[in-house]
């Protein structure tokens, strides 16, 4: 058996909201009435609402609704790119951008990114003083490829600033923002409102579906929804993730301080294993990445081994690192059902398999 | 009170199969397994059984699931003109792709499309044979703006055969390919082989929520998968689409032929109102336009009037034409659950309405 295959066929699970199955659609579903009408083209009550619920959340002045985050995103830097006449965007190296979408923004744009800062580490305001003329500056908050981190409430805004009076739009990638609010002990609109665009997403800490909303100024959410046209984004019917993305907001937007809470709690437990570490050691969010330092094919026997005794679910892949290996793990509800039991048994396992090396 | 309103109070149509609904999702969701395990990024069982099942329909190499024709279609040009190295494509001046996208084409791939022939009527062989140089031809089955028009079989067949000794590449926009074949009494393979790519829509004579597939040779199926990846199409969830699209084809494949015969009885009656006319006259699939012979507004309001009495919806909207004006019909099961006395009805209300004139 593999990994995946033995992560699978766990029925509890120290990550995420529980199975992506076609029940989490039909339970969002089951409260809409029947003749509820569909978004049409992006028109329609149904968007419409939901779209000025985010408004109201992020306090920008319009947004949009998106069926991914890659495809809103592009279309923000593309369209500050235009609006600055100048084609160089910066992110960092390890930004969605650069390594998830096939170079997208490359390809299809003939937007040229700069790199900021290193692959290993957050960028600085000394990275972003360093930085050529660009047209805009993408942070993404948390920074999900280094295991959620986060820049200082104060290094942020300073970086911030800064940009702003170098005449550099600021978009954040906020696939994660509701996640890093405990932290920064903030609201949405504090930290959406350091930026001139924002991106939100509603499978991730909020366990949606998929989409992705994009804010804005007006005239920037005008030009997203030609965009939205152009990349067959603006489907006649948007509203399975609408609906779903509505449904699980408000089911779990007040639970984040929750997460948090419950993932340094259960950081800090894996920290005092032997061959085990988390980055970052104490959250800043609902995520961290979970370190092995031992070779993969090792790591993954051993927690075969664990999940298919336990049927608690640790990680269903690892990627191989200097030190060793590595998943990730994002607190949601999972987690927060499992019994102090269930728990313990889990410490103890990884303790008993992993410190005798 | 408007058209559109006028018409969104019916309960009965002429047209479609009802209106676009949550309840449409939540039928096809009904029978599906809570625990059924969502497509993941374009992988997993679920995606890649319906993909199979579309290669079986189509006999093409491979097919993608697409979130929508118009990104589909988009990403179809663009990996033929990459193979020619040619970036100018040929297609109808009324193409999806030249009047309903933004010029997403051009602005996303600086594709230079070629108009081929008139926008009032249908390309031809010498049209076709009148080209430069182009790396692929779109043909529109049946081509929509146009009411619904096909080319006989042995034009159709005569144009791919020259297409394919000028070595371009034919791509066919079979939104409505199904909706074609009893016409043509030919099987969904038979036309779809004619050419080196196809796209086909869920959500017109099928009654899906949305979705498309792009079928063709394995090498550009892989390409197509790589771009919905950069168009942000290749979304972590599209099972909303995918269980529709499946349930409303297996619900309504095979009833084109009766959908046909009943646009062409509608038609036959329309026909024989004087200030009324259809195009084409004798449908050749499901869908026709209707033309009525007086000025927008005077036609708007007799149809306020008849929608509001009778409740038997014939137009949401009107488009001004050199003669006066038109919509578009689509017979589907809503013209198929209308009793003769309700047909009766509608053929008495419109020649009173509009004979008078």
Redesign the interface.
């Known amino acids: 058996m593999d990994l995946r295959t033995s992560y699978q066929e766990t029925t509890k699970r120290l990550d995420g909201h529980g ?8 339970e969002a ?1 089951q409260g ?7 978004d ?1 083209y992006g028109n329609g009550e149904l968007i419409k609402t939901f779209e000025r619920k985010m408004v109201d959340l992020l306090r920008h002045d319009d947004a949009v609704f ?7 995103q ?1 279309i923000a830097l593309r369209i500050w790119s235009d609006e600055q006449n100048n084609r160089k965007v910066a992110y960092h190296p390890l930004c969605h951008l650069e390594i998830h ?4 923004l490359k ?3 003939g937007i040229e990114p700069i790199l900021v800062g290193e692959a290993d580490r957050m960028m600085t305001i000394d990275d972003v003083k360093a930085l050529p003329d660009v047209s805009c500056l993408l942070l993404e908050l948390p920074q999900r490829e280094l295991g959620g981190l986060l820049p200082s409430r104060e290094e942020l805004e300073v970086i911030c600033a800064y940009a702003r009076k170098q005449n550099i739009r600021l978009h954040l990638d906020g696939a994660r923002l509701l996640e890093v609010l405990p932290y920064y002990e903030a609201e949405a609109k504090d930290i959406a409102q350091l930026f001139d665009s924002v991106y939100i997403s509603f ?1 991730k800490g909020l366990g949606g ?2 989409g992705a909303i994009l804010a804005g100024p007006e005239p920037f959410c005008q030009e997203a929804r ?2 939205k ?13 609408i ?1 779903s993305a509505d449904f699980y907001y408000e089911q779990r937007k007040d639970r984040m301080a929750e997460y948090h809470a419950a993932a340094k709690a259960l950081a800090s437990r894996l920290n005092a294993i032997p061959g085990i570490s988390t980055r970052p050691l104490e959250p800043v969010s609902n995520m961290f990445h979970l370190y092995f330092k031992a070779e993969k094919a090792v790591v993954e026997e051993k927690l075969i081994e664990i999940q298919s005794h336990g049927k608690v679910g640790i990680a269903g892949y690892l990627v191989e690192k200097e030190s060793g290996c590595a998943t990730e793990v994002n607190i949601g509800d999972s987690f927060l059902t499992l019994t102090p039991d269930e728990r313990e048994t889990v410490y103890r396992q990884l303790t008993e398999a992993f410190s005798e090396d």
Request: glycine share 10%; charged share 15%.
């Open positions: 199975s992506r199955t076609v029940g989490v659609l039909q579903l809409v009435a029947a003749d509820q009408m569909s049409i998106f069926p991914s985050g890659t495809m809103a592009q979408e096939q170079d997208g390809k299809l744009h499978y579906v998929a030609i965009w046209r152009r990349y067959g984004g603006d489907l006649i019917s948007l509203y399975p993730y609906l």
